[in-house]
């Protein structure tokens, strides 16, 4: 058969619709799984990831057997150690998958007093210098993250905010945690950041909000005490000296249903910064 031929056979054999829809929806699960992984550690693992796949096929077409039959046994158990090492990755996805967009319209509504009253409240303890830990859940649950202090389940208002945080407090020492547009506890004690590349001028507080967020999709208010600053951790990075307005604008692009495209391109500061 003719090249031309065989060429023309294998057009005529293409089932278009189906072909295109197939292809279309691969890409839209590897274009998912880039977003997901994007700007978190699990992208260097799946870097690494890669980085096997291609040895163990140059090392099939190179037949370099003592690297191929190595390989062959690797793979065997990297199903496991993929699940084990995306975890935080794949729940997220899961939340996703399973959030009803019909819901958007109410959510967006009740986030946007909430983020209303967490800008007002960390505007206010700023201006007093009270220091303040707030930790905004999202699709990653984060009870297997952090060490649970008191139960409230209370309706969120600055005015709550602002008397947890208030000196005196027996609850005043640790961070609120935020879920759905409720104080669910308080009190609550995050991991703390050990990386060296972190400023020394910041302390335990930045340091828990940075510690969390690289382990979740979680967004942290910290507000300092010795500087009367705010700052926003997400994605294991800090911006700090944000006034309200600034705030304001990045809490409703993470949080509101209608602009949650959070993993768009950031002006983020680095910590060490």
């Not at 978190?40 to 057997?65: E, F, K």
């Not at 961070?175 to 991991?191: K, M, N, Q, T, W």
């Not at 005490?225 to 700052?231: A, D, L, V």
Request: with cysteine; aromatic share 6%; hydrophobic share 50%.
């Amino acid at each position: 058969m003719e090249p031309l031929d065989q060429l023309l056979h294998v057009i005529a054999g293409v089932r278009v619709p189906q072909d295109l829809i197939d292809i279309g929806i691969v890409a839209f699960v590897i274009y998912r799984v880039l977003l997901l992984v994007k700007g978190t550690r699990a992208l260097y693992m799946l870097y690494g990831v890669v980085v096997i796949a291609g040895v163990a096929y140059l090392s099939a077409w190179g037949q370099l057997y003592a690297i191929n039959w190595l390989l062959s046994h690797v793979w065997s158990y990297l199903l496991l150690a993929i699940v084990i090492i995306f975890q935080p990755e794949i729940r997220r996805a899961l939340a996703e998958m399973g959030q009803r967009p019909l819901r958007h319209g109410s959510r967006a509504g009740r986030w946007e007093v909430v983020i209303d009253d967490l800008v007002t409240a960390a505007a206010n303890m700023a201006e007093q210098r009270i220091g303040a830990l707030m930790v905004i859940e999202r699709n990653t649950p984060i009870s297997d993250l952090i060490q649970v202090g008191t139960p409230l389940n209370a309706i969120l208002t600055k005015e709550l905010l602002k008397s947890i945080f208030v000196h005196g407090s027996p609850i005043h020492d640790g961070a609120v945690v935020i879920r759905d547009g409720e104080v669910v506890s308080a009190g609550c004690f995050l991991p703390i950041s050990l990386s060296s590349g972190i400023a020394q001028e910041l302390g335990t507080r930045h340091r828990a909000a940075i510690g969390l967020t690289a382990e979740s999709d979680a967004v942290v208010i910290v507000v300092s005490e010795e500087s009367g600053t705010i700052g926003l951790a997400v994605e294991g990075r800090i911006l700090r000296h944000l006034d309200p307005a600034r705030l304001h604008r990045r809490l409703s692009e993470l949080l509101l249903p209608a602009l949650s495209t959070y993993r768009r391109r950031w002006p983020w500061r680095r910590a060490a910064a």
